[in-house]
T-cell receptor, first 117, second 116 residues
Framework: AQSVAQPEDQVNVAEGNPLTVKCTYSVSGNPYLFWYVQYPNRGLQFLLK??????LVKGSYGFEAEFNKSQTSFHLKKPSALVSDSALYFC???????????????FGTGTRLQVML | KAGVTQTPRYLIKTRGQQVTLSCSPI?????VSWYQQTPGQGLQFLFEYFSETQRNKGNFPGRFSGRQFSNSRSEMNVSTLELGDSALYLCASSAGFAGGSQETQYFGPGTRLLVL
């Protein structure tokens, strides 16, 4: 079974400071990892994904994430936070084996990011 | 390209009724997945359709069902509604090629269902 853990319910950071939202995963095969953001009363917006290759993945709106296989982590980062980044962030994993269950995304519980002036 | 669209956006039903939600995927996408989002359980996978066939299913009771049409549009139906079915129902589409593990799922805005 695959699972995702987001250990922090909320992360508070001052505008202009770097931010990190943590994610660890568990999957049997190769992990395919995704980050999504959700604004109030909206669906999920795709930020970035790791499939293979460079461990540092760059995505939308200046976000990036670092894949660490030994620590089974995929933390989301941004060098300088904006107030408009305040939202709910979800990490998700999919098993890389090409089976009938390949399409299922398993999400973490979400981390609320609050960026303060 | 237009994004994933879902209708209706909001819905109020009473216990025991049934409801049908609709999802139109991004043009050219053949896979549609459905998720339920609640404060208590988070985001949970319901099922996925590809080329009018259910390809994957989550752990939900048989009251939850879906289908996909030849134009890739999908509907999900919940019969005999319970209070606990109140949730945001999200639809996601992807190209849907074989395996599809690497594909990104793009989500619609969701349908918020309130069961009274």
């Amino acid at each position: 079974a695959q699972s995702v853990a987001q250990p922090e319910d909320q992360v508070n950071v001052a505008e202009g400071n770097p931010l990190t939202v943590k994610c660890t995963y568990s999957v049997s095969g190769n992990p395919y990892l995704f980050w999504y953001v959700q604004y109030p009363n909206r669906g999920l917006q795709f930020l970035l994904k790791y499939i293979t290759g460079d461990n540092l993945v760059k995505g939308s709106y200046g976000f990036e994430a670092e894949f660490n296989k030994s620590q089974t982590s995929f933390h989301l980062k941004k060098p300088s936070a904006l107030v408009s980044d305040s939202a709910l962030y979800f990490c998700a994993v999919r098993d890389g084996r090409r089976t009938g269950t390949a399409s299922k995304l398993t999400f973490g519980t979400g981390t609320r990011l609050q960026v303060m002036l | 390209k237009a994004g994933v669209t879902q209708t209706p956006r909001y819905l109020i039903k009473t216990r025991g009724q049934q409801v049908t939600l609709s999802c139109s995927p991004i043009s050219g996408h053949r896979s549609v997945s459905w998720y339920q989002q609640t404060p208590g359980q988070g985001l949970q996978f319901l099922f996925e359709y590809f080329s009018e066939t259910q390809r994957n299913k989550g752990n939900f009771p048989g009251r939850f069902s879906g289908r996909q049409f030849s134009n890739s549009r999908s509907e999900m139906n919940v019969s005999t509604l319970e209070l606990g079915d109140s949730a945001l129902y999200l639809c996601a589409s992807s190209a849907g090629f074989a395996g599809g593990s690497q594909e990104t799922q793009y989500f619609g805005p969701g349908t918020r269902l309130l069961v009274l």
